[in-house]
């Protein structure tokens, strides 16, 4: 079974940057795409973008077009979101869920980050 | 983007009754649809996969239905173990979630 260890709870000043990662096992990392998805307190779960670890490729949902950017470490089977310029309304718990197509559901996810940004 | 209205946003029913939560896709979207339930504190958990199949280990009292714009889920008889947020979510063209329906018992 796939399994995903998120590193911990971040606390962050507006204008800031977080980076966050998604540690994979199970399975084979690259045959997987890694998602990552943001949920802010009281909302939807909200995608954000995509990798593919065996070629790097990426894909991002317009709303975090330029501040997010997704990386793949396939020597550690790490999977990493880079959010940069935080702002309050960036305060939410981000997932990480990979898929074995590149459009499918979430059957599996990781445990969670909070990312609290405050002054 | 593909909008997607869920309602209820809250729901109390008892223990035994059957429960029903509705979708509607902003357009037609197929049966590309998955219906969630989220307890305080974790992650997400599919239970419906592609508007109506439910997915290994879930309890058969969960059901789905529909497609094209319009999506229903069902729970039989609820339990106390039920109490749960729910969301739908298209995938059709991206991803796009429900709002939400937060689930009590009465």
């Known amino acids: 079974e796939v399994q995903l260890v998120q590193s911990g709870a971040e606390v962050k000043k507006p204008g800031a940057t977080v980076k966050i990662s998604c540690k994979f096992s199970?399975?084979?990392?690259?045959?997987?795409?890694i998602h990552w998805l943001q949920q802010a307190p009281e909302r939807g779960p909200e995608w954000m973008g995509h990798?593919?670890?065996?070629?790097?490729?990426?894909k991002y949902a317009a709303r975090f077009q330029g501040r997010l950017t997704i990386t793949a470490d396939t020597s550690s089977d790490t999977a990493y979101m880079e959010l940069t310029s935080l702002r309050s309304e960036d305060t939410a718990v981000y997932y990480c869920?990979?898929?074995?197509?590149?459009?499918?559901?979430?059957?599996?996810w990781g445990q969670g980050t909070l990312v609290t940004v405050s002054s | 983007d593909i909008q997607m209205t869920q309602s209820p946003a809250s729901l109390s029913a008892s223990v035994g009754d059957r429960v029903t939560i509705t979708c509607q896709a902003s357009?037609?979207?197929?049966?590309?649809v998955n219906w969630y339930q989220q307890k305080p504190g974790k992650a997400p958990k599919l239970l419906i996969y592609?508007?109506?199949n439910l997915e290994t280990g879930v309890p058969s009292r969960f059901s789905g239905s529909g497609s094209g714009t319009d999506f229903t889920f069902t729970i039989t008889s609820l339990q106390p173990e039920d109490i749960a947020t729910y969301y739908c979510?298209?995938?059709?063209?991206?991803?796009?979630f429900g709002q939400g329906t937060k689930l009590d018992i009465k």
């Open positions: 869920a990979p898929t074995r197509l590149l459009v499918a559901p979430f059957d599996f």
């Open positions: 199970g399975y084979t990392f690259s045959d997987y795409y």
């Open positions: 990798i593919d670890p065996q070629d790097h490729e990426t």
């Open positions: 357009q037609d979207i197929s049966n590309y």
């Open positions: 592609d508007a109506s």
């Open positions: 979510q298209q995938y059709d063209i991206l991803y796009t």
